[in-house]
């Protein structure tokens, strides 16, 4: 078996303007900040189509899920990649060969409940048997 996760923590802070600004810990230490919302999704699709994606086989499972802390809120998405290079299964209506726009949009929906003061988890887990 195989599986590679692909995981991104942030802890949420406000800047003078008002805006979320996104600190991004790598090995326990905050290594960067993506100044907003626009450009932390951004990175995200960054991740996705440099890291995640060219690792996909036909077969692979691909496991999408995003957590914030305190009041715990979650959510998961798993698709299946064909040998044709769609994804399937989850709540997706038909299989698709791109899965940004459907993530890109959960992501965006999440964001409304992240606040300043919050530590917030997206992981990608890619899983082969």
């Not at 100044?35 to 692979?60: C, H, M, W």
């Not at 040998?83 to 698709?96: A, C, I, R, S």
């Amino acid at each position: 078996m195989f599986e590679a996760l692909f995981r991104i923590v942030t802890q949420v802070e406000g800047n003078r303007e008002g805006q979320l600004v996104f600190r991004i810990s790598e090995h326990e230490a905050i290594s960067e900040a993506t100044p907003n919302e626009t450009k932390f999704l951004s990175l995200l699709a960054t991740i996705y189509q440099q890291e995640v994606y060219p690792i996909l086989r036909a077969g692979d499972t691909l496991t999408i899920s995003a957590h914030l802390d305190l009041p715990p809120r979650d959510f998961e998405k798993t698709v299946s990649f064909r040998e044709d290079k769609q994804f399937e299964g989850g709540d997706l209506q038909q299989p698709t060969p791109d899965l940004l726009p459907v993530v890109t949009k959960l992501y965006e929906s999440f964001m409304r409940q992240v606040d300043a003061g919050d530590i917030f988890t997206v992981q990608f887990r890619v899983q082969r048997l």
